[in-house]
C-alpha cells in the first residue's frame, strides 16, 4: 500500500510538473514482456505503448531507437569507430568482426497504430515509422508492436558475456521511441555517445531461465514469486524452467536489467525509506570491497540530497556488468572487480546521473557536458566529503577539482580542443569530445562558483533542481537560474566557455611607486588571454597582514562581494572586457608589499599561472 501511495504522488506530482514547466514534455507508457532464450542470446517480444502528445504540433511520423543494431558490422558505430583518429579501445574494430550469431538486432515482426498496421523502415539503429492517421495536439494514440531480438556479445554498454563473466547487460535492449521537444525529433543514430528520451511508466515482464538473478531499474512486483534476494521463495511459479519478472518503473525515460545465475544480491534500507539493491559476482578480491559498499553510499545518497535535492525514488541498484560505469534510472552498470576506492568512484559517478541527467533529463547528446561536467564537479566534492569522513583513503582537501584544472590546462596545448555547443556525435576525436564533456564541463561549475561564490552557487544548485527536473534543461535554463540567484549577468560566462575555446589569462605586470607619492603603489595588471574573469588579487605585506581585493567585470552588472566592515575583502571598480590592463592603487609603499597574487585560491582555470604573482 506503502508503494502504490507513493506511485500515486509521484505520478500526480509530475503532472502537476508537466503543466507548470516552461516547455512543454510528451509523454510515454510502456508496457513489454519478452520470453528470453539463453542458449541462443535472442528473446521474443511484445511492447504496447501509449504516447501522449503534448506538443502544440501535429505529428506525421514516429522515430524508435534500435540501439541493438548498432553492433553489426558496416553500421554507424562500427565505421566511426574504424575511421575515428583515437577509436574507443572498448569498441575499435571488434564490431567489423563479429559473426552472426555474435551480433545485435532487432527484428520488427508488426507495429499497429490504434489497431492498424503501420508503414516502417528500419534504417540502421532508428525505425522510422509513417503514420496511418497524425497525432493531434493534446492527444495520445497506441503503438502495438511485436519485435525479436538478439543480444551481442559485449562491446559497449549493452551485451552478453562481459568482461568479468556477468552473463547479461540489457542496456538500450528494446526498440524505444525517440524524444520530440521543442527543438523537433531527436532520432540521433547509436553512434557511440549519449543519450535523450521520454519520461513515463514502464510495465515490464521478463520470462527468463529461473536460474538467473535479476536486477535493474523499477520495482520487483511479485518478489515471494521470485525469492533471489529479493524475499523468501514463498510461492514459486515457473513456467517449465523458467520464471517471470515483472518490474514497474514510474516516471523515468529509460529501463535497465541485468542478470546472472551466480550474482550475490544485498540490500540496504536508507532511513530516508529508500532501499539500496547491490549484485555483483562476489570473488575473492572484490568480497571486501562490495561488502563495505553499502555504507559508503549510504553517506554518499545522504550528501547528495542535501546539496543536490532529494532522490525521488525509492530504490536505486548497484549492478556488476556492462564495460566500465554506465548510468540508467534507478540503476547503474558498473565493473566490480575493483578497490574500494575504484568502486565507491565508479558507483558515486554513476550515481549521480540520476540527478543532473535521470532526473533534469538534459539532452545529453546535444549538452553532454551538462549532464557529464556536473555529475565530474559533483562526485569531485562527494569524493572529497567521503574521504573528510573516513570512509574511503586519502585525504580532504580545499579545491578537489585542481587535478581537472591541470588536466585542461595541458589539454589546451594539444590543439584538439572544440567547443562544447557541438553535438556529442560530431566531435572529431574522443580525447576532444571527453575532455569537453567531463573536463570542461566540471570546471564549468567550478569557476562559476568563483565568480557568483559559495552562498549563491550553492543555493542556485539547489533552485536548478527544483525549477527544473523532469523538465529537460538547456545550457540558458541553467544559466538563468544562476543569475536570478546571484543577480548577476552570466551571459558572457556561458558563451565564452561553451560556444568558444578561447583561454584565461591574467598576469601581475607590475607594482612600481605613485609618482610624486612614495607612500603609495600603483599595481598594473594584464589581461593576456582572450576570454575575460573577475579577480581575485592576494596582497602580502612584509609585517605578515594580508589583504583581500576583487575585480568585477563591468558586463557582470554586479559582484559576488558585499563591500562591508570586517569582510577581509575589498571590492574595486569594474574592469572592462575590452581592457587588456587594470590599475589600482595601493596605501604602502612598494618596499612594504611582500606579493601580489591573482586567483590565489586558483578559482579559475588560467592557463599560465608563472605569472600570476609578483614576489617583490
Known amino acids: 500500500m506503502t508503494r502504490l501511495f507513493s506511485g500515486i504522488a509521484f505520478m500526480l506530482f509530475s503532472i502537476i510538473s508537466y503543466a ?80 552472426p550469431e555474435e551480433m545485435g538486432w532487432h527484428a520488427i515482426k508488426s507495429l499497429k497504430q490504434n489497431g492498424k498496421n503501420v508503414k516502417f523502415e528500419v534504417v540502421g539503429t532508428i525505425l522510422e515509422v509513417a503514420l496511418n492517421e497524425p497525432i493531434l495536439p493534446q492527444t495520445e494514440t497506441l503503438f502495438e508492436m511485436e519485435f525479436e531480438s538478439q543480444v551481442p556479445v559485449q562491446i559497449r554498454r549493452s551485451g552478453r558475456d562481459n568482461a568479468e ?12 521511441l525517440c524524444e520530440y521537444d521543442y527543438q523537433g525529433w531527436h532520432a540521433n543514430p547509436y553512434v557511440g555517445r549519449e543519450f535523450y528520451g521520454v519520461w513515463g511508466d ?12 535479476i536486477g535493474g531499474s523499477g520495482y520487483l512486483q511479485n518478489p515471494n514469486e521470485i525469492g533471489h534476494g529479493y524475499a523468501p521463495v514463498s510461492n514459486v511459479k515457473a513456467k517449465g524452467n523458467k520464471l517471470t519478472w515483472h518490474f514497474i518503473a514510474p516516471n523515468v525515460h529509460d529501463f535497465v536489467w541485468a542478470a546472472d545465475t551466480e550474482y550475490t544480491h544485498t540490500t540496504m534500507k536508507r532511513k530516508d525509506g529508500m532501499t539500496m539493491h547491490f549484485f555483483y559476482i562476489e570473488t575473492e578480491n572484490n568480497k571486501d570491497a562490495w561488502e563495505t559498499l553499502p555504507e559508503v553510499m549510504d553517506e554518499a545518497f545522504e550528501y547528495i540530497n542535501k546539496n543536490a535535492g532529494q532522490y525521488p525514488y525509492e530504490q536505486y ?18 565493473t566490480g572487480n575493483r578497490s574500494l ?16 541527467q535521470m532526473i533534469l533529463g538534459t539532452n545529453e547528446s546535444l549538452y553532454a557536458w551538462m549532464d557529464e561536467g556536473f555529475t565530474s564537479w559533483l562526485s569531485d566534492e562527494v569524493m572529497n566529503h567521503l574521504r573528510g569522513e573516513g570512509l574511503i583513503p586519502g585525504i580532504k582537501v580545499k579545491n578537489p577539482h585542481l587535478d581537472t584544472y591541470d588536466g585542461f590546462v595541458n589539454f589546451t596545448k594539444s590543439g584538439f580542443e572544440e567547443p562544447l555547443s557541438i553535438h556529442a556525435d560530431h566531435f572529431l576525436t574522443n580525447a576532444a569530445y571527453g575532455v569537453g564533456a567531463y573536463v570542461k564541463g566540471d570546471i564549468f561549475l567550478s569557476q562559476l562558483k568563483y565568480i557568483i561564490g559559495d552562498d549563491a552557487f550553492a543555493k542556485g544548485m539547489l533552485r536548478y533542481f527544483h525549477t527544473w527536473k523532469f523538465k529537460h534543461p538547456n545550457p540558458n535554463d541553467f544559466i538563468r537560474v544562476m543569475e536570478k540567484e546571484s543577480g548577476l549577468e552570466l551571459d558572457w560566462y556561458k558563451e565564452y566557455w561553451v560556444n568558444t575555446t578561447h583561454t584565461i589569462d591574467y598576469a601581475v605586470g607590475s607594482a612600481t611607486p605613485v609618482e610624486g607619492q ?92 608563472s605569472n600570476n604573482i609578483l614576489q617583490k
Open 20 to 99: 507548470q514547466a516552461d516547455r512543454w514534455q510528451q509523454a510515454v507508457k510502456y508496457d513489454m514482456a519478452i520470453d528470453f532464450d539463453v542458449k541462443k542470446h535472442q528473446f521474443e517480444g511484445s511492447q504496447k505503448l501509449t504516447y501522449t502528445n503534448n506538443s502544440p504540433d501535429t505529428l506525421e511520423k514516429v522515430f524508435y531507437h534500435l540501439y541493438f543494431n548498432a553492433f553489426q558490422p558496416k553500421s554507424v558505430m562500427d565505421m566511426r569507430s574504424r575511421t575515428i583518429r583515437d577509436a574507443d579501445p572498448r569498441v575499435a574494430s571488434r564490431i567489423a568482426a563479429l559473426k
Open 165 to 176: 563473466g556477468v552473463d547479461y547487460s540489457m542496456s538500450q535492449w528494446y526498440p524505444k
Open 202 to 213: 514502464f510495465d515490464v515482464k521478463i520470462n527468463i531461465d529461473k536460474d538467473y538473478t
Open 317 to 334: 541498484s548497484f549492478i556488476q556488468g556492462g564495460d566500465g560505469g554506465m548510468e540508467y534510472p534507478m540503476a547503474t552498470l558498473i
Open 341 to 356: 576506492s575504484s568502486l565507491v568512484g565508479v558507483s558515486v559517478h554513476e550515481l549521480i546521473h540520476s540527478w543532473y
Open 518 to 609: 612614495p607612500n603609495k603603489t600603483l599595481i598594473t595588471l594584464e589581461k593576456l588571454g582572450v576570454m575575460p574573469m573577475p579577480l581575485d588579487v592576494q596582497v602580502v605585506f612584509k609585517n605578515g597582514k594580508t589583504q583581500y581585493y576583487n575585480i568585477p567585470l563591468a558586463i557582470m552588472r554586479g559582484h559576488k562581494f558585499e563591500k562591508k566592515p570586517n569582510s577581509g575583502v575589498q571590492l574595486l571598480e569594474d574592469w572592462h572586457w575590452t581592457h587588456p590592463s587594470y590599475e589600482f592603487t595601493l596605501d604602502s609603499p612598494v618596499e612594504n608589499i611582500d606579493s601580489i597574487k591573482i586567483d590565489p585560491e586558483r578559482g579559475m582555470v588560467d592557463i599560465d599561472t
